[in-house]
């Protein structure tokens, strides 16, 4: 890649931002505002990979202000969908809310002023860990103050055309029987088993018949009333199919990514954007899902969901972030296991940023210095931080249990690891602490090994098993690398990736005398 062809600061963020820009010059509409937006779940406990949506929006915000023009995110709480099933670890009373607006619902936990306000908060509390600035929307007050009502007038007055362009597209019939539009039903403040199949547009009113629908494999049961809702004004809402592109004119909208979940209702909005509300659509882009290690979409509505909140028990906000910007497509598995190595690599993008790791391949070079830069959101350090080897810290940790963070820092300056304690790396000792005291599994280095050092190992794990301890282990290394035939400063190296997964560590002798022999010999013997 030459010089001229590098794009912004050389990720996939800057090439967004760009097409989009490219976009709209072409369309010929006004960039004194550049709105991107990014939808927030109020239904289930939000996953990272629902603070991704807003995060990576925030980077191509982020993008488009480094191209001089200003941007705005807008995170939009849809807390007008309806509750589908209660998530696991909240209370069964939330049962006769089924079907219920989530923004309707009172906060289990009483801390806010709904269901859906709770559950959007933690989202919301997420982005602001890491530093992310948005423009707070909510469905309930969208709707409420009628800032849809243009667009849903439109949408229902070409309901006929548009429920037969559904069909085509993705071979749903609903919207060919009903109307795309849910009102809450005035006795019951059911959402979905109110059914409207009539506007009376010189009102701006729906007619709906509360029936019993089915909701996912559930009969939710209606109330039978007859009523009528004032799109204005009335509680209701827009269905999926037809509402994003309602809120993309209605709010100026010019990027949304959307997930592969989300395809099919993206493909009809789009359509109704352009051709319904006369709308062009915002410039997409479709971001990688994350699965669980157990290689099944992490769900919202499951337990043990990974939140912002448990991953920063652990890593630092940098690593969400980086966890984020690396990339955007695909599908990637995500557990708890990849913060130690997020941790590492944030530390080999800082020192490729400040010279200290040369790299001599250009385009890799501005690539990681950009996504090194996009990690800081664009306000990199002006010096590189003191780095200390997170699974040296968690090794460490697992000795200290007791005034944890005094007696690993002493070690880090015995070991001369560090040259003075830093308020910084105390943060990341109690990350490493919080790590090696949830899970003691360490997930296993691949490293690929010859015969002879094999065979060393064995002859290592056979000496540390010793009852007796060796009187200088470190010798004992040295004399067995060479009887190997094996260069000691390798074996060293495969040690130290064996042990904490990078190719260097303090004094291995004295550092396997800390963390203990019997752990080392039980580790190493994984490798013979
Ligand atoms: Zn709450
Ligand atoms: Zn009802």
Redesign the pocket.
Known sequence: MSESEIIGKGTWIDKLAHELLEREKNLGRKLDLIRVESGLGASGVPHIGSLGDAVRAYGVKLALENFGFKSELIAYSDDLDGLRKIPEGFPDSLKEHIAKPVSLIP??????DS?G??MS?ILLDGLDKVGIKYEFRRAADTYKKGLLGDQIHTILINNQKIGEKISDLVGQDKFQKALPYFPVCANCSRLYTAESKEYIADEKKVIYNCHDVEIGSNIVKGCGHHGEADITKDLGKLAWKVEFAARWAAFDIRFEAYGKDIMDSVKVNDWVSEEVLNYPPPHHVKYEMFLDKGGKKISKSLGNVITAQKWLEFGNPKSILLLLYKRITGARELGFEDIPSLMSEYNELEDIYFGKIKVDNQAKLVKSKGLYEYVNLLNPPKKSGTHVNYRLLIELSKIFKEDRKQRVMKKLLDYGVIKNPEPEIENIIELAGNYADEFDQQEKTKIDLDESTKKALKELSEALKLEEEPEDIQNTIYQIAKSNNIEPKDFFKTLYQIILGTSRGPKIGPFILDIGRQNVAATISNYT
Request: proline share 10%; net charge negative.
């Open positions: 906060d289990p936990f009483g801390c806010h269901y306000m709770h908060s």
